[in-house]
């Protein structure tokens, strides 16, 4: 299978069916959110367009919050889902690297100018108007509550955060959605950032505001 096209649609199939019992912030229209993005920025980046996309298909396969298997099992399983498609020893070892590093809480290494794109497209979709949506569903879904009063952040750094989590969802935008706009790694992704992290902050306040009865 040499062809680039055939390879994309294997691999999403491969992923819709992995997928398919991922709930709605993890879901397939995730994926393809991400893997939209990152098409977008790819544009003005000197990568190799055909790693992103497979990497932005395949990067949540194998999170740790849903599949089962062992992270070796993880890995094996996407190895032998690229062999299949005949991606070569070197460019599956690119796609495992950015996939292994690429999460905000586990905070990896930069491994490859392909990461930085996959990256910043997976963390574009846990802001603006979708990172709402997707943070209040992530919270009733763990039946957190949507806000407790002086709860605003509860960690410091990335490692405290990765332990415990968020308690609530308005906590969740101080311990990561605020914080996202400052790891892009990409010109575009920053530019769309900027604009999602207003969206953020406007929605913290008419949420604030409301909750304190003032508006
Ligand atoms: P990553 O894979 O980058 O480490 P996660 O998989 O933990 O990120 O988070 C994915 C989505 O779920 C994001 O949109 C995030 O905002 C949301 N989320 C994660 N933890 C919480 C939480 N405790 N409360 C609300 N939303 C959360
Ligand atoms: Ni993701």
Redesign the pocket.
């Known amino acids: 299978m040499s062809n680039s096209s055939q390879q994309i649609s294997a691999t999403i199939s491969f992923v819709k069916t992995r997928m398919q019992a991922f709930d709605a912030s993890?879901d397939w229209y995730?994926?393809e959110r991400?893997w939209k993005n990152a098409k977008q920025i790819c544009q003005k980046e000197n990568v190799d367009s055909e790693i992103v996309e497979l990497a932005a298909i395949l990067?949540?396969v194998i999170?740790r919050k849903y599949f089962k298997g062992s992270p070796a099992e993880g890995q094996q399983l996407i190895r032998n889902h690229l062999q299949e498609i005949e991606l070569s020893d070197h460019r599956i070892q690119i796609i495992l690297d950015i996939i292994n590093n690429m999460s905000f809480s586990k905070n990896g290494k930069v491994t490859s100018p392909e990461q930085r794109v996959v990256q910043d497209a997976?963390r574009l979709?846990a802001i603006g108007a979708i990172g709402i949506a997707r943070c209040i569903y992530y919270a009733a879904k763990m039946d957190n509550p949507i806000h407790l009063p002086g709860i605003l952040g509860e960690y410091e750094d990335i490692s405290a955060y990765r332990k415990n989590g968020s308690s609530t969802a308005i906590s969740h935008f101080y311990d990561k959605l605020l914080k996202i706009k400052n790891t892009m790694l990409t010109t575009t992704g920053q530019k769309i950032a900027e604009e999602r992290h207003r969206r953020l902050i406007t929605y913290l306040n008419d949420f604030l505001s409301e909750w304190e009865g003032t508006s």
Do not use: L
């Open positions: 993890h995730h994926v991400v990067h949540d999170d997976d979709d």
